[in-house]
């Protein structure tokens, strides 16, 4: 069943799933209809968009979160593989302007509850991190680079290195992305995959063409997590297409560059929802 269920009213996909689990927690993805009347619920700086209408965008987001913008935590992401803890310090970090974002982060962690963890997406993996035993939360950005530098693997270390984390008590989502239906990539994205995957390869690419092939990202990041001991009943993937799907998301590859940001967000929330 697809875990993402769309809130109409708000324009945000909510992780259906864990409303019940995990009382104490929101997590969901935003929409481009974020924003009724506008279709542009656009929520990064770095793209060019008015950054007034940026924050306004953001604070439909920390109200639905009930919390002040301030505790929005964002990072510039430059397709790496690094994960930083958000502290009492960093919260807030990269809220109100691009400047004072965490300079180079794709994974953001934290234990913090009211801190909204916010990263920015047009077709790369969101990866949502929950260890209820400790109440820790996190959120990875994995494109096709992110994945191939095991992004999901070095989330599931930070969570054991900063909060004791066993593999076997944590819960991931992995979120609408673009999906094997549209995402063609060459040789060179190819041979990464092999040498991440070796003799698995064939569970998640197809050729397509000469010399290309269609990628299953979300079905990569599936196979490293449960790599890292994540049990396969702790993990749900989404089956939306962030490509397919155009009235609801933005996509990079679709709109050759020059589009919006959706967010994928977590809280964890003092008292239940
Ligand atoms: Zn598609």
Redesign the pocket.
Known sequence: MEPFVLDKERGIFWIEPWREKFPQLLAGFTSRQLVPDDEYGNLAFHVGDDPEHVRANRRILSDIAGVPLTHMTCAIQPHGNRVVEITEALRGSGALELSSSIPDADGLVTKLSETLLTLFYADCVPLYFVDPTVQAVGVAHAGWRGTMQNMAKEMVLKFDEIFGSKPHNIHVVIGPS??P??YQVDEHVISEARKLLGIKIDAVAVPDGESHYRLDLKKTNRILLEREGILSSHIEVSHL?T??HHHWFFSHRKEKGKTGRMAAFVIWKEDQI
Do not use: D, F, M, P
């Open positions: 673009i999906g239906c549209c297409c490509s397919c």
